[in-house]
């Protein structure tokens, strides 16, 4: 008897809350792996579905995703939307959250930096 392989996906959505959790669960997971990709995506989801400190999580995941070299322009992405998430989150007051958006902003500031030092390319 062939069996399909289990895929997160296969989750659906539940609607009692504890989409949340799972989600936030596999985002663990994954970022436990290494794949901060994945990782993202899973707090994301359980960010969006209310789960208030995997909105702190994913903003720093995104923040060492950008750290992680990806071209400039997606860099600032993954920064600007790491800073959307951990300013929204519910307790960013919290000195953790606090932590955390502060050195969302310093790596935005060291980024503007270094493009500001970049010589400029002729066109």
């Known amino acids: 008897m062939l069996v399909r392989p289990w895929s997160p996906a296969d989750l659906g959505r539940p609607t009692d809350g504890t989409w949340a959790d799972v989600a936030f669960g596999l985002g663990e997971l994954y970022e436990h792996e290494?794949?901060?990709?994945q990782a993202a995506d899973w707090y994301r989801r359980a960010a969006e579905?209310?789960?208030?400190?995997?909105?702190?999580?994913?903003?720093?995941?995104l923040g060492r995703m950008a750290d992680a070299g990806p071209a400039a322009d997606s860099a600032e992405?993954?920064?600007?939307?790491a800073t959307r998430w951990?300013?929204?989150?519910?307790?960013?007051?919290t000195p953790d959250a606090i932590e955390l958006i502060t050195d969302m902003l310093n790596r935005q500031l060291r980024r503007a930096a270094r493009r500001g030092l970049e010589p400029a390319h002729a066109g």
């Open 86 to 93: 951990l300013s929204g989150a519910h307790d960013a007051t």
């Open 34 to 37: 290494g794949d901060l990709e």
């Open 49 to 61: 579905s209310g789960r208030a400190d995997a909105a702190l999580r994913l903003g720093a995941v």
């Open 77 to 81: 992405e993954l920064l600007a939307e």
